[in-house]
Protein backbone atom coordinates (compact mmCIF):
# COMPACT_ATOMS: atom_id res chain seq x y z
CA UNK A 1 0.00 0.00 0.00
CA UNK A 2 1.28 3.75 -1.24
CA UNK A 3 1.20 6.36 1.37
CA UNK A 4 1.02 9.43 -0.64
CA UNK A 5 2.50 12.62 0.93
CA UNK A 6 2.27 16.43 0.46
CA UNK A 7 5.12 18.33 1.77
CA UNK A 8 5.83 22.20 2.57
CA UNK A 9 9.44 23.58 3.26
CA UNK A 10 11.03 27.11 2.73
CA UNK A 11 14.44 25.56 1.82
CA UNK A 12 14.84 24.39 -1.44
CA UNK A 13 17.68 22.29 -0.53
CA UNK A 14 15.88 20.56 2.61
CA UNK A 15 12.67 20.26 0.43
CA UNK A 16 14.58 18.39 -2.29
CA UNK A 17 16.12 15.96 -0.47
CA UNK A 18 12.96 15.55 1.58
CA UNK A 19 11.38 14.60 -1.69
CA UNK A 20 14.13 12.42 -2.43
CA UNK A 21 14.52 10.40 0.41
CA UNK A 22 10.59 9.53 0.39
CA UNK A 23 10.58 8.76 -3.50
CA UNK A 24 13.53 5.92 -2.32
CA UNK A 25 11.47 5.07 0.48
CA UNK A 26 9.64 1.64 -0.42
CA UNK A 27 5.51 2.58 0.21
CA UNK A 28 5.87 6.14 -0.49
CA UNK A 29 4.97 8.57 -3.31
CA UNK A 30 5.47 12.57 -3.04
CA UNK A 31 2.36 14.31 -5.23
CA UNK A 32 3.40 18.05 -4.78
CA UNK A 33 5.65 20.20 -2.89
CA UNK A 34 5.19 23.93 -1.62
CA UNK A 35 7.35 26.22 0.19
CA UNK A 36 4.28 28.13 2.40
CA UNK A 37 1.28 27.43 4.45
CA UNK A 38 -0.50 29.08 1.89
CA UNK A 39 0.96 26.70 -0.93
CA UNK A 40 0.30 23.48 1.52
CA UNK A 41 -3.54 24.18 2.02
CA UNK A 42 -3.47 24.87 -1.10
CA UNK A 43 -1.93 21.38 -2.41
CA UNK A 44 -3.67 19.40 0.18
CA UNK A 45 -6.95 20.49 -1.17
CA UNK A 46 -6.11 20.04 -4.12
CA UNK A 47 -4.75 16.30 -4.32
CA UNK A 48 -6.25 14.63 -1.01
CA UNK A 49 -3.00 12.96 0.11
CA UNK A 50 -2.41 10.46 3.24
CA UNK A 51 0.18 13.16 4.96
CA UNK A 52 1.34 16.44 5.10
CA UNK A 53 4.30 17.03 6.14
CA UNK A 54 5.39 20.62 7.04
CA UNK A 55 7.73 23.04 8.30
CA UNK A 56 7.00 25.25 11.35
CA UNK A 57 9.09 28.55 10.34
CA UNK A 58 7.77 28.49 6.59
CA UNK A 59 6.00 31.49 5.18
CA UNK A 60 2.51 31.73 6.39
CA UNK A 61 3.46 29.54 9.52
CA UNK A 62 2.69 25.77 9.62
CA UNK A 63 1.12 26.18 13.13
CA UNK A 64 -1.47 28.14 10.77
CA UNK A 65 -1.54 25.94 7.76
CA UNK A 66 -2.43 22.70 10.49
CA UNK A 67 -5.11 24.61 11.69
CA UNK A 68 -6.87 25.22 8.37
CA UNK A 69 -5.44 21.81 6.63
CA UNK A 70 -6.92 19.28 10.25
CA UNK A 71 -10.44 21.59 9.54
CA UNK A 72 -10.86 20.22 6.20
CA UNK A 73 -13.51 17.98 5.89
CA UNK A 74 -11.58 14.48 5.18
CA UNK A 75 -8.00 16.10 6.55
CA UNK A 76 -4.56 14.13 6.28
CA UNK A 77 -2.54 12.91 9.14
CA UNK A 78 -0.39 16.07 9.71
CA UNK A 79 3.31 15.44 10.53
CA UNK A 80 5.34 18.72 11.80
CA UNK A 81 9.02 18.28 10.74
CA UNK A 82 11.09 21.32 12.35
CA UNK A 83 14.38 22.22 13.41
CA UNK A 84 12.27 24.14 16.75
CA UNK A 85 12.77 21.97 19.97
CA UNK A 86 10.55 24.09 22.04
CA UNK A 87 8.19 22.48 24.00
CA UNK A 88 5.13 24.86 23.68
CA UNK A 89 5.69 24.53 19.82
CA UNK A 90 5.13 20.71 20.39
CA UNK A 91 1.93 21.46 22.55
CA UNK A 92 0.48 23.91 20.05
CA UNK A 93 0.66 21.86 17.23
CA UNK A 94 -0.67 18.75 18.40
CA UNK A 95 -3.56 21.06 20.08
CA UNK A 96 -3.68 22.38 16.37
CA UNK A 97 -4.57 18.71 15.06
CA UNK A 98 -0.89 17.38 14.51
CA UNK A 99 -0.43 13.92 14.55
CA UNK A 100 3.92 13.77 14.46
CA UNK A 101 6.14 16.19 15.26
CA UNK A 102 9.78 15.53 14.29
CA UNK A 103 13.10 17.50 14.62
CA UNK A 104 15.09 17.61 11.92
CA UNK A 105 17.99 16.40 12.32
CA UNK A 106 16.82 12.77 12.29
CA UNK A 107 18.16 9.90 9.63
CA UNK A 108 16.53 9.01 6.71
CA UNK A 109 15.60 5.99 8.07
CA UNK A 110 14.31 6.99 11.42
CA UNK A 111 12.55 9.64 9.16
CA UNK A 112 10.26 6.75 7.45
CA UNK A 113 9.57 4.96 10.52
CA UNK A 114 8.46 8.00 12.28
CA UNK A 115 6.19 8.75 8.96
CA UNK A 116 5.08 5.14 8.72
CA UNK A 117 3.77 5.49 12.17
CA UNK A 118 2.19 8.69 11.23
CA UNK A 119 0.47 6.93 8.88
CA UNK A 120 -1.25 4.52 10.83
CA UNK A 121 -2.50 7.27 12.87
CA UNK A 122 -0.25 5.98 15.87
CA UNK A 123 1.25 9.68 16.04
CA UNK A 124 5.09 10.11 16.88
CA UNK A 125 7.22 13.33 19.15
CA UNK A 126 10.52 12.48 18.39
CA UNK A 127 12.42 11.13 21.63
CA UNK A 128 13.69 13.72 23.84
CA UNK A 129 10.93 16.19 23.54
CA UNK A 130 8.43 14.08 25.76
CA UNK A 131 9.28 15.24 28.94
CA UNK A 132 9.51 18.89 27.94
CA UNK A 133 6.26 18.30 26.42
CA UNK A 134 4.93 17.47 29.79
CA UNK A 135 6.24 20.41 31.69
CA UNK A 136 4.41 22.61 29.24
CA UNK A 137 1.26 20.44 29.85
CA UNK A 138 1.83 20.75 33.87
CA UNK A 139 -0.61 23.79 34.00
CA UNK A 140 -2.87 22.45 31.83
CA UNK A 141 -5.91 21.40 34.45
CA UNK A 142 -7.21 18.80 31.74
CA UNK A 143 -3.91 17.14 32.00
CA UNK A 144 -4.56 16.32 36.17
CA UNK A 145 -7.59 15.91 35.87
CA UNK A 146 -7.74 12.95 32.52
CA UNK A 147 -4.80 11.17 34.42
CA UNK A 148 -7.56 10.30 37.19
CA UNK A 149 -8.99 8.24 34.57
CA UNK A 150 -5.78 5.85 34.51
CA UNK A 151 -7.52 3.90 37.76
CA UNK A 152 -10.56 3.11 35.22
CA UNK A 153 -8.54 1.50 32.74
CA UNK A 154 -8.32 -2.57 32.94
CA UNK A 155 -5.28 -4.70 33.03
CA UNK A 156 -5.09 -4.86 29.92
CA UNK A 157 -5.49 -1.56 28.61
CA UNK A 158 -2.83 -0.39 30.86
CA UNK A 159 -0.20 -2.88 29.55
CA UNK A 160 -0.94 -1.27 26.32
CA UNK A 161 -0.59 2.31 27.36
CA UNK A 162 2.81 1.76 28.79
CA UNK A 163 4.10 0.27 25.51
CA UNK A 164 2.77 3.01 23.77
CA UNK A 165 4.39 5.30 26.37
CA UNK A 166 7.35 3.61 25.33
CA UNK A 167 7.38 4.68 21.60
CA UNK A 168 5.97 1.34 20.65
CA UNK A 169 3.40 0.57 17.51
CA UNK A 170 0.86 -0.92 17.04
CA UNK A 171 1.99 -4.15 15.72
CA UNK A 172 5.23 -4.11 18.64
CA UNK A 173 2.89 -4.35 21.32
CA UNK A 174 0.57 -6.71 19.39
CA UNK A 175 3.58 -9.35 18.94
CA UNK A 176 4.87 -8.41 22.41
CA UNK A 177 1.58 -9.49 24.10
CA UNK A 178 0.58 -11.98 21.64
CA UNK A 179 -2.38 -10.38 20.48
CA UNK A 180 -3.52 -9.21 17.03
CA UNK A 181 -3.14 -5.99 15.93
CA UNK A 182 -6.82 -5.05 15.15
CA UNK A 183 -7.33 -6.25 19.08
CA UNK A 184 -4.64 -3.66 19.93
CA UNK A 185 -6.29 -0.73 18.02
CA UNK A 186 -9.73 -2.01 19.59
CA UNK A 187 -8.01 -1.49 23.32
CA UNK A 188 -6.41 1.94 22.01
CA UNK A 189 -10.07 3.45 20.75
CA UNK A 190 -10.90 2.01 24.83
CA UNK A 191 -7.98 4.34 26.21
CA UNK A 192 -8.36 7.37 24.18
CA UNK A 193 -12.16 7.35 25.28
CA UNK A 194 -11.10 6.61 29.14
CA UNK A 195 -8.66 9.86 29.02
CA UNK A 196 -10.35 12.04 26.78
CA UNK A 197 -7.58 11.86 24.68
CA UNK A 198 -7.06 13.34 21.61
CA UNK A 199 -4.58 10.58 19.96
CA UNK A 200 -1.84 8.57 21.77
CA UNK A 201 0.45 10.45 22.04
CA UNK A 202 -1.56 12.65 24.17
CA UNK A 203 -2.23 9.59 25.55
CA UNK A 204 1.28 8.20 26.25
CA UNK A 205 1.72 12.44 27.89
CA UNK A 206 -0.67 11.75 30.21
CA UNK A 207 -0.22 8.15 31.32
CA UNK A 208 3.89 9.14 31.29
CA UNK A 209 3.00 12.72 33.49
CA UNK A 210 0.82 10.38 36.00
CA UNK A 211 3.01 7.82 36.23
CA UNK A 212 5.99 9.58 36.96
CA UNK A 213 4.86 11.09 39.96
CA UNK A 214 3.89 7.90 41.87
CA UNK A 215 7.76 6.91 40.97
Given at each position: MTTTVVL???HP???????RTLDEAEGFKVLAAGASAEEAIALVGTH???????DLSMPGGGLQATRQIAA????????ILTVSENSSDVADTLEAGATGYIVKGVTGSELI?????IAAGEGFVSPGLASRVLRAMSNDSGTSKDSEALQDLTHREEEI???VAKGMSNREIAEELNLQEKTVKHYMTAILSKLHARNRVEAALIAHDAWS???
Amino acid sequence: MTTTVVLADDHPIFRDGLHRTLDEAEGFKVLAAGASAEEAIALVGTHQPDIAILDLSMPGGGLQATRQIAAMANPPFIAILTVSENSSDVADTLEAGATGYIVKGVTGSELISSLRSIAAGEGFVSPGLASRVLRAMSNDSGTSKDSEALQDLTHREEEILRRVAKGMSNREIAEELNLQEKTVKHYMTAILSKLHARNRVEAALIAHDAWSKQE
